[in-house]
């Protein structure tokens, strides 16, 4: 497979013409060998003809090189577009109420909200993102809240895979997290909303058998 050309300034020619033609001049004037003058001559113009190519010639990228660059960028898109909509969320549910993470379901249902968010609007709008990395999910995090909501998540992950950390009903908070993530991704970014009704006590407004679409639509199993 031939491998994809994007136009950039190679640095490697521009290194060595801004380096010879320098170096070159002087040696020209310092010189009183005619023959030695004239190769230093012929240096110079190789300096000249290397910064020419250096803005004119393209430079090869393999495809693995453009793959991963277009992914990191896909990554960032990705990580401001649902960041923003949780941002908002958080921003909204303050507004009704300050005891935003304060309770173990909270942390509990964030911590699957976000799983399935995550992977769910990926997997419905087809975006190129490892919805399963950490270093994905740490990045929307420290974009809304640095550090406070990357460890608000990593409590509820605790919470939720060790069921006798805190005396509440894990695997209800889990399941209707996963369902609250998956119903905002299928309703679309802009209507994000689920999180912030969940925090200030609201009804989910889920509208469909809990138990069903944790089996059939749900990526996350306990």
């Known amino acids: 497979m031939q491998e994809p050309l994007l136009m950039r300034t ?5 290194l ?3 380096v010879i033609i320098p170096l070159s001049l002087v040696a020209i004037a310092s010189t009183e060998s005619e023959e030695l003058e004239n190769l230093l001559v012929i240096l110079f113009l190789s ?3 290397a910064c020419f190519l250096g803005f004119v010639w393209p430079e090869r990228f393999s495809e693995d090189q453009l793959v991963a660059s277009l992914s990191d960028n896909d990554n960032l898109k990705f990580c401001k577009k649902v960041g923003q909509s949780i941002h908002k969320q958080i921003q909204d549910s303050l507004r009704t109420s300050p005891e935003v993470f304060t309770e173990p379901k909270h942390l509990i249902f964030f911590a699957s909200y976000l799983d399935q968010l995550i992977w769910s609007y990926a ?12 270093e994905l999910k740490k990045n929307i995090c420290d974009g809304v809240l640095p550090k406070r ?3 608000a998540y990593q409590r509820g992950v605790a919470m939720r895979e060790f069921n006798d ?3 509440v009903p894990i695997a209800d908070f889990v399941e209707m997290g996963k369902a609250a993530g998956w119903a905002d991704a299928k309703d679309g970014l802009h209507k994000f909303y689920r999180l912030a ?3 200030n006590g609201q009804d989910l407004a889920l509208g469909f058998n809990l ?3 944790s089996k059939e639509k749900s990526a996350w199993t306990e």
């Not at 190679?10 to 521009?14: I, P, T, Y």
């Open 10 to 14: 190679s640095s490697k020619f521009l």
């Open 149 to 151: 909501l990357w460890d």
């Open 123 to 134: 997997e419905y709008n087809q975006i190129n993102v490892d919805a399963f990395s950490d």
């Open 165 to 167: 950390v805190v005396d």
């Open 47 to 49: 300096g000249i003809l």
């Open 16 to 18: 060595y013409g801004f």
């Open 197 to 199: 009704k969940f925090l």
């Open 211 to 213: 138990d069903k679409a």
